[in-house]
């Protein structure tokens, strides 16, 4: 089994940083992809930024400049940070984690990220 936890959305002000956590765990057999993903109220998910393997590193459009993603393989998990630096009000959205093995994929819960203006 495979679990994929998330931590650290909280409330924050307009132009301040944060850094989400991704943890990947349990019993998977190497991680392909890995990034986050959001969603805000009314709107589709997207894209926020992603580790391919071997592509490389990926950002949407509106993480370009802002946000840094990372990952750092232990023993027995992967963890994947996304440093958010600027935030807006249109940064406001449950952020996901995703992550592809060769057992499959797998979503984390979410974790909410909201952004006072």
């Given at each position: 089994?495979?679990?994929?936890?998330?931590?650290?959305?909280?409330?924050?002000?307009?132009?301040?940083?944060?850094?989400?956590?991704?943890?990947?765990?349990?019993?998977?057999?190497?991680?392909?992809d890995?990034?986050?993903?959001?969603?805000?109220?009314?709107?589709e998910?997207e894209?926020?930024?992603?580790?391919?393997?071997?592509?490389?590193?990926?950002?949407?459009?509106?993480?370009?400049?802002?946000?840094?993603?990372?990952?750092?393989?232990?023993?027995?998990?992967?963890?994947?940070?996304?440093?958010?630096?600027?935030?807006?009000?249109?940064?406001?959205?449950?952020?996901?984690?995703?992550?592809?093995?060769?057992?499959?994929?797998?979503?984390?819960?979410?974790?909410?990220?909201?952004?006072?203006?």
């Amino acid at each position: 089994q495979v679990q994929v936890v998330e931590d650290g959305g909280k409330l924050v002000q307009f132009g301040g940083s944060l850094k989400l956590s991704c943890v990947v765990s349990g019993e998977f057999v190497g991680v392909g992809d890995i990034g986050w993903y959001r969603q805000a109220a009314g709107k589709e998910r997207e894209l926020v930024a992603a580790i391919s393997t071997p592509y490389g590193t990926e950002y949407g459009d509106s993480a370009k400049g802002r946000f840094t993603v990372s990952i750092d393989h232990r023993k027995n998990t992967v963890v994947c940070n996304l440093l958010m630096n600027d935030l807006k009000p249109e940064d406001t959205a449950v952020y996901k984690c995703h992550a592809a093995t060769r057992n499959g994929m797998y979503w984390g819960a979410g974790t909410q990220v909201t952004v006072s203006p």
